[in-house]
């Protein structure tokens, strides 16, 4: 297991790629049940819409997202997090690595937890197929015709274990350097 912690928040920042390409009918099972319906859906629904292709690119092999190069974006040095998140295609592609990252949420779903059921180790992942239940998942939080996509697992800002009202306020005044009197 790669324990990824913070080092991507979207899975689409390193999926597809060309070692694992976005298979074009999504096959049914993968994606949320929508009206009720659970069948194959078309790749071209998410990469007409979402891709990060350049030109000559082939939007089922190249990632769904790059890092944010906005200077108001939480990387300070987002060349440098883009290089990072490039270098986890090679563990993502072996079927001996599951990455697991701090933003993942597919992980609460499939994963056994400690607040679920903490007798339960995660030392047989392979065996249950947890990698495999795990890997297009993050399909899911994208909009796709009428659906907005999957509600967030954690809603809002968080701090000492309590909604934070003002938080992204907070810390976005922060962030541009301004001195802000704690809320």
Not at 116 to 125: I, Q, R, V
Not at 132 to 143: A, V
Not at 166 to 177: C, F, I, N, T, V
Request: charged share 20%; hydrophobic share 40%.
């Amino acid at each position: 297991m790669f324990l990824g912690g913070d080092i991507c928040h979207f899975a689409g920042c390193f999926r597809p790629s060309a070692s694992s390409p976005l298979p074009q009918i999504i096959p049914a099972g993968i994606l949320d049940a929508e009206n009720g319906s659970n069948d194959s859906v078309l790749a071209m629904v998410f990469t007409d819409r979402f891709s990060a292709a350049g030109p000559g690119e082939d939007p089922l092999s190249t990632p769904l997202s790059k890092i944010s190069t906005n200077p108001r974006s939480a990387f300070v040095a987002p060349d440098i997090a883009q290089q990072t998140i490039e270098k986890l295609v090679a563990f993502d592609t072996s079927p001996s690595v599951l990455i697991c990252f701090a933003h993942d949420q597919s992980l609460p779903l499939f994963l056994p937890t400690m607040n679920t059921s903490p007798e339960e180790s995660l030392n047989d992942w392979r065996a249950k197929g947890l990698k495999e239940r795990c890997h297009w998942d993050w399909l899911n939080i994208l909009p796709r015709g009428e659906s907005s996509g999957r509600k967030l697992t954690v809603q809002g800002m968080w701090k000492d274990g309590k909604v934070w009202p003002g938080g992204k306020e907070y810390l976005s005044a922060k962030s541009w350097g301004e001195d802000v009197a704690e809320l």
